[in-house]
């Protein structure tokens, strides 16, 4: 609605105006915050010269949107689900229930049915969806919801299914990470980026295993759990692997994310493909592989959206770098500094 408005050339009392609306719904309508009752929505559309389909989605008026997930997966009925709009498509991620339980985290918006989200009361889908593996996209998510300003939907991903929701359109944003070099090297016009974080990218090992070194841990002997393809440690193995001369390790089993695979090494007394700041936490010792820089990458057309503005304003504040300095082996140098 906001690029709506600017590409107009209406401020928001001109829109609010011309829409018969206040101007305070007109601000809380781009900031994600709010779905407009029906005539508002005709009444907003035809101002700005286009349908309520396209500038707020196709909804049905019992909170059903049809929905796909974000990441390209089939979204299981009777899953819980987190959305947000992108362009005129309702997207989405499930959400763990044992994490929607909790007191941490950002709730669930409604639940899968038939391909669609049946949304809950009250719930009003909105914000920015940003796809990566760093530990901190949840911190920054919580922190988001709790201010009750501009939302953020955090997305679970490697660095490729990041990239290629991005690509996709199925989100506004995607955290990267990888040697900074290869990082400067991938980027393409029409993206913006800033750094996040840098943390190194490695073998984590249960600490019975004394430390063994990356060609035992080639062999096979260890039970090692390995990552997709797309994810960038997995990479950084696949180049270890290949300076030593050594054929690709056979997975004892592929781990979702960092901390999955973390979690699977010490309960098996194994190793695991992932990250030091996870492998520290749970416990493990880790052998580096590469420094690795991570970067959030918009596009051009998404980076004066609220949730992601918002983002940005976040990682420097105070608030958000306590808690992710706080991480161990975890370097927040230089959070939110443009590229």
């Known amino acids: ?27 809380a309508l781009e900031r994600g915050r709010h779905m407009p009752a029906t005539d508002a929505a005709i009444r907003i559309a035809r101002a700005l010269g286009t349908t309520v389909e396209r500038l707020f989605g196709a909804t049905t ?34 959400v763990d229930p044992v994490s929607a339980l909790g007191a941490v985290g950002a709730p669930a918006d409604g639940v899968v049915a038939d391909g669609c989200v049946q949304l809950f009361s009250g719930a009003a889908p909105g914000g920015a969806v940003v796809a990566g593996c760093d530990p901190v996209l949840g911190i920054a998510e919580g922190l988001l919801e709790r201010a009750g300003g501009a939302r953020l939907v955090g997305v679970p991903a490697t660095s490729g299914q990041a990239l290629a929701a991005l690509a996709a359109g199925r989100c506004h944003g995607a955290l990267v990470h990888g040697p900074a070099r290869s990082l400067r090297t991938r980027a ?18 249960h600490p019975g295993l004394a430390r063994p070194s990356l060609e035992a841990l080639l062999t096979g002997a260890v ?5 997709d393809r797309t994810a960038a440690c997995q990479q950084a193995l696949e180049r270890a692997a290949r300076r030593l001369g050594a054929p690709r390790a056979t997975a004892h089993r592929t781990a979702a994310g960092h901390l999955d695979a973390a979690r699977a090494a010490l309960d098996h007394r194994g190793a695991a493909v992932t990250i030091e700041p996870v492998a520290v936490a749970v416990g493990l010792d880790f052998l580096a592989l590469e420094v690795h820089d991570v970067e959030l990458w918009v596009l051009d057309r998404w980076a004066a959206a609220p949730g992601i503005a918002a983002l940005l304003d976040l990682l420097g504040t105070t608030r958000f770098r306590d808690r992710a300095g706080a991480l161990p082996a975890y370097d927040i140098a230089g959070t939110g500094a443009a590229l």
């Open 188 to 205: 393409r016009p029409g993206l913006r980026r800033w750094h996040v974080a840098r943390w190194r990218s490695g073998i984590a090992t």
């Open 61 to 94: 008026p019992d909170g059903v949107g049809p929905a796909v997930a974000v990441l390209g997966e089939s979204l299981p009925d009777g899953t819980l689900a987190r959305a947000s709009w992108i362009g005129g498509t309702l997207v989405a991620r499930v």
């Open 1 to 27: 609605m906001r690029e709506q408005r600017s590409a107009a050339g209406l401020t928001q009392g001109e829109l609010a105006q011309g829409a018969a609306v206040s101007r305070a719904l007109v601000g």
């Open 223 to 227: 039970r090692l759990v390995q990552r």
